[in-house]
């Protein structure tokens, strides 16, 4: 009888550190949304459609830091992703077995990097490289949108690119696990109709889509919510363009310079409302992206429930 | 061209720009690495590690208060993570089929996945909005934050890995599940476990966004903890943004430390999950 009154207590003291967990969650949802009353007040929902970010008249419009989240994310992921593919089915389906874990520690390393450091890099060695590429662009180019504007090498092009250096070990490395657990019988059957060796992996990647588009969505996550190098880099001008050239601002950016000089209330509250969106669309982006992996996972496990213990999927 | 020989060549193409993929992801590896060791190291002396920063125009100084301060700083983060993020875990790993625990584990990734400037707006509000100063404690906070996730999957992760034989003979032999738990299963997974913390500490190590508005910056030695606080990665930020050569110089110097800390970080911890692997192998 002892026992299991000791078990009982065992599972509730060691269960109030997993409600901490959802404490956490629960309580920068609220923290945030206290912290930007002032602003939700006063503005509304015309906060997220005004482009004029204007402290000194207490204006403020996060319409510019929006664009400029989702266009340089969406900008890193179309670089990012074919690389982060192609690593990942390289180091899983063609290396030799001897290169798989030194390419796979390598490519981690880049995720190892901190911001600060690919900042830094971006600020001293991109940057010079990128102004001279925008200074030999043809005049017939520059009359193109994506690659109009001044040649000052920081803008939204270097800060794309910073940004899905930094995406692809995410992405890489959830794609490679994903790919890793294809049953080897797709492949098999693939070969045995006489497939060749790339129509072979189009076949596990098949099999795996959805967790794919989970690992892409993770990497997607991680360049939403990028701050140092991008901060460093994209020019800091709260502009709206599609133009590659220009300086522009991104949400986190625009807290990261602005937060410590926000004088007044107000101010402080716009800034943190910024926060409260990026948060928003961070969790969104981020539960879809483990659902979709999760769910390719537990097939896996279901498929072969008898022989296989079930295994969780890595955190990354 | 028969149909044969051209789904050959395109097989061959198509593995051909996978491995390209690799090489195009290893270059921007290799020059970071490059420029980080030649312009780091080429500023690293003495007096780096030993002076605080100088006013601007006069030359020399160094970082010795913001590489304490990283430290203090990180140490207050794994005070705090560690027990939350460790208990957690074995909350997960001892009940891990109920729905409260997939709850707990799908909110601990989704938070791993919140950018740490948003972690570092919340320690704000909670430490340094309420007493009005920015301190050492609010930034040890928010880094613990972004720790907690990352410590606790990989304490269940590992304690999953804890052959089940011995919990049945901690059980066996009348042990309550508390007592096999904390006297066996743990003991059993505790290097493991400490190599994913000192990972998370090498992670958190190098995190920018979060301290610029919690434990601040500070150009003196200081060590009290309820004062704003130094750090090497603020410090390098604000280096490289200022328009002195001698501080890009300096702000190279503490980018190459910060490196270097958390290369011997990561691979130690590499070597040890590959000493771990070998001793349980039957």
Redesign the interface.
């Known amino acids: 009888m002892r026992r299991s009154s000791d078990d009982r207590l065992f599972r509730i003291v060691t269960g109030i550190f997993p409600m901490l967990v959802l404490l956490i969650a629960v309580g920068i949802a609220f923290e945030l949304s206290r912290q930007s009353m002032l602003s939700i007040r006063k503005f509304g929902f015309e906060f997220w459609t005004g482009r004029t970010w204007d402290p000194v008249a207490g204006v403020f419009g996060g319409l510019p830091f929006i664009w400029g989240t989702l266009y340089s994310s969406l900008l890193a992921l179309i670089l990012s992703t074919p690389i982060a593919l192609g690593i990942a089915i390289f180091i899983s389906e063609l290396s030799p077995r001897f290169l798989r874990q030194p390419l796979g520690y390598l490519t981690e390393l880049l995720a190892a990097i901190p911001s600060i450091v690919y900042g830094l890099w971006g600020v001293f060695v991109l940057t010079p490289i990128v102004r001279k590429l925008e200074l030999f662009t043809p005049d017939w180019l520059k009359k193109v949108p994506l690659f109009s504007g001044p040649p000052l090498g920081v803008g939204m092009g270097t800060a794309a690119i910073i940004l899905s250096i930094m995406v692809v070990p995410f992405t890489s490395s959830v794609a490679r696990e994903i790919l890793k657990n294809v049953p080897s019988a797709q492949r098999e059957a693939a070969y045995a109709l006489g497939a060749t060796r790339w129509e072979a992996i189009k076949v596990a990647i098949g099999y795996g889509k959805t967790g794919i588009i989970g690992a892409i969505m993770l990497g997607l996550g991680r360049a939403l919510g990028e701050t140092m190098a991008v901060t460093m880099v994209i020019g800091n001008a709260p502009v709206i363009s599609t133009s590659l050239f220009k300086p522009q601002y991104t949400m986190a950016a625009v807290i990261a310079n602005e937060f410590t000089e926000a004088a007044d209330e107000l101010y402080l509250h716009a800034l943190i409302e910024i926060g409260l969106l990026l948060f928003i669309i961070t969790i969104f982006v981020n539960a879809l992206s483990r659902l979709l992996i999760w769910s390719t996972q537990q097939r896996r496990t279901s498929v072969f429930a008898l022989t296989a213990p079930e295994e969780e999927p890595v955190a990354a | 061209m028969s149909y044969a020989t051209r ?2 060549i ?2 061959k193409i ?2 051909a ?6 090489l ?3 270059v ?2 290799a ?2 690495l490059f ?2 060791i030649t ?1 780091g190291a080429s500023a690293l002396n003495w007096a780096f590690f030993t002076h605080t920063p100088r006013p601007v125009g006069e030359p020399g100084g160094g970082m010795a208060n913001a590489i304490v301060g990283t430290l203090i700083l990180i140490g207050l983060a794994g005070l705090f993570a560690v027990p ?1 993020g460790m ?2 875990g ?3 790993a ?2 891990s089929g109920t729905k ?2 997939s ?17 570092g ?2 320690a ?3 430490v340094v ?1 309420p007493i009005r100063r920015f301190s050492a404690v609010a930034g040890g906070i928010a880094l613990g ?1 972004l720790m ?3 410590v ?3 304490t ?2 590992l304690l ?1 890995l804890v052959p089940p034989g011995l919990r049945e003979g901690a059980l066996a032999l009348g042990a ?3 007592r096999a ?1 904390f006297s066996v299963i743990v003991p059993a997974a505790l290097p493991g476990i400490l190599t994913g913390i000192l990972v998370a500490l ?2 958190v ?5 979060p301290l ?2 919690t434990s ?1 910056n500070n150009t003196y030695w200081s060590t009290n903890i309820m004062q704003p606080m130094a750090s090497l ?1 603020v410090q ?2 604000t280096y ?2 200022s328009p002195y050569d001698d501080w ?1 110089r300096q ?2 110097a503490g ?1 190459f430390l ?2 270097m800390i ?2 011997s970080l ?1 691979i130690a911890a ?1 070597l040890a999950v590959r000493r771990l692997e070998r001793m349980n192998r039957p």
């Open positions: 789904r050959k395109v097989s198509a593995e720009l996978c491995a390209l993929a690799v195009v992801a290893l921007p590896l020059m970071i420029y980080v312009h939350i208990i957690c074995i909350h997960l001892e009940f409260f625990s709850v707990v584990r799908f909110a601990a990734d989704v938070l791993n996945g919140v950018p740490s400037i948003v972690v707006i919340f704000y509000g909670l909005y934050l907690i996730p990352i606790v999957r990989t269940e992760e999953r309550s599940r508390s738990v090498a992670r190590a190098g995190e920018t966004a610029l508005f601040f990665t390098v930020f490289a943004i890009h702000a190279w980018a910060l490196v958390i290369l990561s590499r």
